[in-house]
């Protein structure tokens, strides 16, 4: 198993531009999240879903979107990047659809700059 | 409002020298409490899950152990491999789809 994969590792943007960070597992858990880390921050929940078709807002959801048509991808749309978008962007999967109840599997995380 | 803190911010110790990380949380009902380590450069990976005040669990040289309004991670006689971030983090049974995240304790072992 791959477990929890990313695209792209790195990406630097302008401001106003869009784009779609790819996450995908391949372990069939129906839980799945993103999570944005800043330095002194931590990891902070920006969209979830408890399966395909479902999806739920986290701590901080402005400025992006998230749709789960398959179990296997959770894709991160960014409409129109803001500076305040630049941080280390990770994609996690459980197989509890409490979430947390279980362990989440991270994956390694995609590097984002806006410029 | 759930809220996690951690402490210290970072640690520095000498290998050898155990010490305690501590988790402080404020949650309305705990469902869970978790505990990841996070290599730099690289996604957190799972440690523990605690649920209930009074709960331990151990793995190699880390023990965790949780109360009604902290939890320590023990690190006893540390390897410059054990050096890294700790994250803490807390579901709530109010909130139970969402996971909320300490800032961590980067702790570094000397040799």
């Known amino acids: 198993n791959a477990g929890v994969t990313q695209t792209p590792k790195f990406q630097v943007l302008k401001t106003g531009q869009s784009m779609t960070l790819q996450c995908a597992q391949d372990?069939?858990?129906?839980?799945m999240s993103w999570y944005r880390q800043d330095p002194g921050m931590g990891l902070r929940l920006i969209h979830y879903?408890?399966?395909?078709?479902?999806?739920d807002q986290g701590e901080v959801p402005n400025g992006y979107n998230v749709s789960r048509s398959t179990t296997e991808d959770f894709p991160l749309r960014l409409l129109s990047a803001a500076p305040s978008q630049t941080s280390v962007y990770f994609c996690?999967?459980?197989?509890?659809?409490?979430?947390?109840?279980?362990?989440?599997?991270f994956g390694p995380g995609t590097r984002l700059t806006v410029l | 409002e759930d809220q996690v803190t951690q402490s210290p911010e970072a640690l520095r110790l000498q290998e050898g020298e155990s010490s305690s990380l501590n988790c402080s949380y404020t949650?309305?009902?705990?469902?869970?409490l978790f505990w990841y380590r996070q290599d730099p450069g690289k996604g957190p990976e799972f440690l523990f899950t605690?649920?209930?005040a009074g709960e331990e669990k151990e793995k190699e040289r880390l023990k965790a152990t949780l109360t009604k309004k902290e939890s320590f991670l023990h690190i006893t006689a540390p390897k410059p491999e054990d050096s890294a971030t700790y994250l803490c983090?807390?579901?709530?049974?109010?909130?139970?789809?969402?996971?909320?995240f300490g800032p961590g304790t980067s702790l570094s072992v000397i040799p």
């Open positions: 996690a999967s459980s197989p509890s659809t409490s979430g947390g109840r279980d362990e989440q599997f």
């Open positions: 605690l649920y209930s």
């Open positions: 983090a807390v579901q709530a049974e109010t909130s139970y789809d969402k996971v909320i």
């Open positions: 879903s408890v399966g395909a078709g479902i999806t």
């Open positions: 372990m069939n858990h129906e839980y």
């Open positions: 949650v309305s009902g705990l469902r869970g």
